[in-house]
């Protein structure tokens, strides 16, 4: 079982980014997938994730209005398009899968996902 995290890179502020999560060696059409980052000298942080359900979509404070989240289940891909990219937006971006059943409540808790791919790199310059 596989996530692989692609498309950072170093973009000026108020730019756009498109970060891809793949997933390979199994489906996850069932399970909430969502997107954390850590940024530099902090804990990793919720930032979206996408029920797997209704594809719900729920956003972290910083990310609401500036970024969305969207899931393709034949595809087997996780999407997260950013936009208005502010400096303080820089940190390595994760992508995540649970295990099925995670509740609302936990959704931004990072030891609710049991997948994870491996990060990329966002930089966003002043």
């Known amino acids: 079982v596989q996530l692989q995290a692609s498309g950072g890179g170093l973009v000026q502020a108020g730019g756009s980014l498109r970060l891809s999560c793949a997933a390979s060696?199994?489906?996850?059409?069932?399970?909430?997938m969502g997107w954390f980052r850590q940024r530099p000298g902090k804990e990793r942080e919720f930032v979206a994730a996408i029920r797997w359900r209704d594809s719900t979509p729920h956003y972290s404070d910083s990310a609401k209005g500036r970024f969305t989240i969207s899931r393709d289940n034949i595809k087997n891909t996780l999407t997260l398009q950013m936009d208005s990219l502010k400096p303080e937006d820089t940190a390595v971006y994760y992508c995540a899968a649970d295990n099925g059943g995670i509740i609302t409540s936990s959704i931004p808790n990072s030891g609710s996902y049991a997948y994870w791919g491996q990060g990329t790199q966002v930089t966003v310059s002043s």
């Open positions: 060696g199994r489906t996850f059409r069932r399970n909430t």
